[in-house]
């Protein structure tokens, strides 16, 4: 079973959409949930950090996490064309800190 | 904002070369980071470094490879006889622990290396 499992996609939505990116994980030992946005040749960029469950907001952004079913989540609201690229969910275990990454969602918004 | 610079971003090298990839880390980060990316894979961590030694390494993080951290801003990956399977993306990160408290803190990454074995 994989560590951690992330919809590939590609997801295409309309300017405007509300866009929901989801993984899913199966050790219980992780406890620290990142997404970062990956431009093409470019570095992953840090979006949102969260540690516990519930939501978490930051502008149009807004992570979910649910630990009970190993689950997280990320909204973009009011989706940009600028928007369009690489996500990626990372996660890490409480003693550990090398991140276990997704294998990314390619999201285009159409302008 | 501060970030993590990598040089150079793109290294062609034969196979069986040694090739060293250069980060510099931002400058009040205190872990620092190697991770690889094959083309259309997934990101993999390589390593950890603390405190001038080894925190943690992958199985991937084999005896080809070292970490230095040789003066007070540079952190560098050595691949000591490239394989053509060491072709990646490499990238470095860093973070603080001393943030909010310690504990795990989100780790900011550079735009990475390319990697090309011939």
């Known amino acids: 079973q994989k560590e951690v499992e992330q919809d590939p996609g590609p997801l295409s939505v309309p300017e405007g959409a509300i866009v929901s990116l989801n993984c899913t994980y199966s050790n219980s030992a992780f406890q620290y949930f990142m997404w970062y946005r990956q431009y093409s040749r470019k570095g992953p960029e840090l979006l949102m950090y969260t540690y516990s469950s519930g939501n978490k907001e930051d502008g149009r952004f807004t992570a979910q996490v649910d630990k009970s079913s190993k689950y997280i989540s990320l909204f973009i609201r009011d989706s940009q064309p600028s928007d369009s690229a690489t996500y990626l969910c990372a996660i890490a275990s409480g003693s550990a800190r090398q991140l276990t990454f997704g294998s990314g969602t390619q999201l285009t918004v159409l302008p | 904002e501060p970030e993590v610079t990598q040089t150079p971003s793109h290294q062609v090298t034969q196979m069986g070369q040694e090739v060293i990839l250069r980060c510099v880390p931002i400058s009040n980060h205190l872990y620092f980071y190697w991770y690889r990316q094959i083309l259309g894979q997934k990101v993999e961590f390589l390593v950890s470094f603390y405190n001038n030694e080894i925190s943690e390494k992958s199985e991937i993080f084999d005896d080809q490879f070292s970490v230095e951290r040789p003066d007070g801003s540079n952190f560098t990956l050595k691949i000591r006889s490239t394989k053509l399977e060491d072709s990646a993306m490499y990238f470095c990160?860093?973070?603080?622990?001393?943030?909010?408290?310690?504990?795990?803190?989100?780790?900011?990454f550079g735009d990475g290396t390319r990697l090309s074995i011939l």
């Open positions: 990160a860093s973070s603080d622990p001393r943030v909010a408290g310690g504990g795990d803190q989100p780790q900011h």
